[in-house]
């Protein structure tokens, strides 16, 4: 498959140090997306929003949904979204009725929605992604990391380049082309519970223990600690490979499998796990979290028994189907997207410390701003990128958080049809759980997830970590969080977002981790001071600032 990367027509700065001016991409409302992009992205992923609108667009033409694309676009080089449908605003419930009988479109919709949910396709979707690609995608990955950049000759780390770019955005399409399946299996069970009288919060911990690839309880680092068994804790990896020859081929392995993911990020200038040795020791040597099967069994008695009888062999297969599905998106990320990112950047850098020379060798880490043809282009002979020019497109960057940003551009949204009826209703009502937007009138309150309040030290993490400051059980504080986080969440004692809702990232994390967790928390960030003293309490959906 080839991933064409043409950037979307974006508006940008005035270019003299003023104040960005915003402006619509193009017609219709556009959604800030600061859930995932919490600062403007770099060069390199100015690509990005041309295969995302390709994949989303692909995933929702694979449900006949009456919506035209998906568009992704970016405005001072944050990524805003809207989608494009030929229908206008929502109409009322009875006419909704009519209109699924009359127009084909919809029609064709509600056809389409009745064979995937008959067939249940989000099966055959997860035993395809387990059995199939995965197992094939993780080969290919560890044989790109076995391969060393800084010993390639210049040409040939050209050629690497051009491969981990085209990578890149190919496992990126892919990431993003496979997700509804697997989030219809969730929201429909949890719809379903809805009717039954279950609220949301309590469908959503039937599902906890779902999702392997976020409790960071992976084989390779079960068998790392097997290693170090009574063994004093180590503190450095130094430290851990002189344990034993076991203890170091167990670590080189673990390394190889998750080392070269970004942990703090969806961009290349996020850090990947093996430059963040201090995260691996704390990793190794950190206890098991609590774990998210314990007492699932009895819970989910105790609302099978709030089921009506003649429904519960539906309760129980569509529960079976969501668990299936539940972690998914999270494993793939992390193979397709996160590995794939990491690479990029090891390339990257690895160019910079050839080609950019006239600077500190601290300035070889601005690679991460240059555009891969520059770097190719310096790596045949011609002019290394500007130094003071990448500082300042870092600098440009690091200056405008997307947390400033409008949250919407060009005329207001028509409402959500979350009223429509039948199969076509219940998707569009799954969409409104992924994402709640924060209520500006509450400050510090938001959606709670959890049963116990939570006291600790706010660590402020905006797309990158200070591994002098975090330390494990410190609350983490952010815009978004998404599974490039998830080594940081498995060490973290709570977590509040300004961000998400009960599908959201963060709040699958919470329910895995059994972490307290406040989300959808207007201006968290600006209104917790990094190291205050903060209690996170999901039960009142409060955090208190001591």
């Given at each position: 498959?080839?991933?064409?990367?043409?950037?979307?027509?974006?508006?940008?700065?005035?270019?003299?140090?003023?104040?960005?001016?915003?402006?619509?991409?193009?017609?219709?409302?556009?959604?800030?997306?600061?859930?995932?992009?919490?600062?403007?992205?770099?060069?390199?992923?100015?690509?990005?929003?041309?295969?995302?609108?390709?994949?989303?667009?692909?995933?929702?033409h694979e449900l006949d949904l009456p919506i035209d694309a998906a568009e992704m676009a970016l405005v001072n080089d944050i990524p805003y979204a809207t989608f494009h449908s030929s229908g206008g605003a929502n109409p009322p419930r009875w006419l909704m009725h009519v209109l699924l009988r009359v127009v084909p479109q919809l029609r064709r919709a509600e056809t389409t929605l009745d064979?995937?949910?008959?067939?249940?396709?989000?099966?055959?979707?997860?035993?395809?992604?387990?059995?199939?690609?995965?197992?094939?995608?993780?080969?290919?990955?560890?044989?790109?990391?076995?391969?060393?950049?800084?010993?390639?000759?210049?040409?040939?780390?050209?050629?690497?380049?051009?491969?981990?770019?085209?990578?890149?955005?190919?496992?990126?399409?892919?990431?993003?082309a496979m997700g509804m399946p697997d989030l219809l299996a969730i929201g429909l069970f949890v719809t379903a519970c809805n009717g039954w009288g279950i609220p949301n919060a309590q469908a959503f911990e039937l599902l906890a223990g779902s999702s392997p690839a976020s409790t960071g309880r992976h084989p390779e680092l079960l068998r790392l600690r097997e290693t170090l068994a009574g063994q004093p804790a180590p503190t450095s990896l130094d430290q851990i490979r002189s344990v034993s020859d076991a203890a170091s081929t167990a670590l080189d392995d673990y390394l190889e499998m998750y080392g070269h993911r970004v942990v703090d990020g969806y961009d290349v200038d996020c850090a990947t796990l093996i430059e963040r040795p201090d995260l691996v020791v704390r990793l190794v040597t950190a206890a098991d979290p609590t774990d998210p099967l314990a007492g699932r069994d009895q819970a989910t008695a105790a609302v099978r028994a709030r089921i009506p009888a003649r429904r519960r062999d539906d309760f129980d297969r569509m529960l079976a189907d969501a668990r299936d599905s539940y972690g998914v998106r999270d494993d793939n990320n992390g193979i397709l997207f996160g590995w794939a990112c990491g690479l990029m950047r090891r390339a990257m850098l690895a160019a910079g410390r050839r080609v950019l020379t006239d600077g500190s060798p601290a300035d070889t880490g601005l690679a991460v701003e240059a555009t891969v043809a520059e770097l190719i282009g310096a790596l045949a002979g011609s002019a290394a990128p500007d130094v003071?020019?990448?500082?300042?497109?870092?600098?440009?960057?690091?200056?405008?958080?997307?947390?400033?940003?409008?949250?919407?551009?060009?005329?207001?949204?028509?409402?959500?049809?979350?009223?429509?009826?039948?199969?076509?209703?219940?998707?569009?009502?799954?969409?409104?759980?992924?994402?709640?937007?924060?209520?500006?009138?509450?400050?510090?309150?938001?959606?709670?997830?959890?049963?116990?309040?939570?006291?600790g030290t706010a660590r402020i993490v905006r797309g990158g970590i200070d591994g002098g400051e975090f330390e494990p059980g410190d609350v983490v504080v952010a815009p978004m969080t998404s599974p490039s986080y998830n080594v940081m969440l498995s060490l973290a004692g709570a977590v509040v977002t300004e961000e998400g809702g009960l599908l959201s990232h963060a709040a699958m994390m919470a329910r895995e981790l059994a972490l307290p967790a406040v989300l959808s928390v207007a201006g968290a960030t600006e209104l917790i001071a990094d190291g205050a003293t903060v209690t996170v309490d999901p039960t009142t959906g409060t955090i208190t600032v001591h």
């Open positions: 498959m080839t991933v064409t990367t043409n950037t979307t027509t974006a508006t940008t700065s005035n270019g003299d140090g003023t104040d960005p001016v915003w402006e619509p991409p193009g017609p219709g409302s556009w959604e800030l997306l600061a859930d995932h992009y919490p600062r403007p992205v770099t060069a390199v992923m100015r690509g990005w929003p041309a295969v995302w609108s390709r994949a989303f667009t692909d995933s929702l064979r995937v949910i008959t067939d249940r396709i989000w099966l055959a979707h997860a035993r395809q992604w387990y059995d199939v690609d995965r197992p094939s995608i993780v080969t290919d990955q560890r044989e790109l990391t076995r391969v060393d950049p800084d010993a390639l000759g210049n040409e040939a780390l050209a050629d690497h380049l051009r491969l981990v770019e085209r990578q890149l955005f190919e496992h990126g399409y892919r990431h993003i003071r020019e990448l500082r300042a497109r870092r600098d440009r960057r690091r200056s405008r958080p997307s947390s400033r940003a409008p949250r919407t551009l060009g005329p207001p949204a028509s409402p959500s049809p979350t009223n429509w009826p039948g199969r076509l209703g219940a998707v569009m009502r799954i969409f409104a759980m992924y994402e709640v937007a924060p209520d500006r009138d509450r400050p510090l309150q938001g959606i709670g997830i959890g049963h116990q309040p939570y006291t």
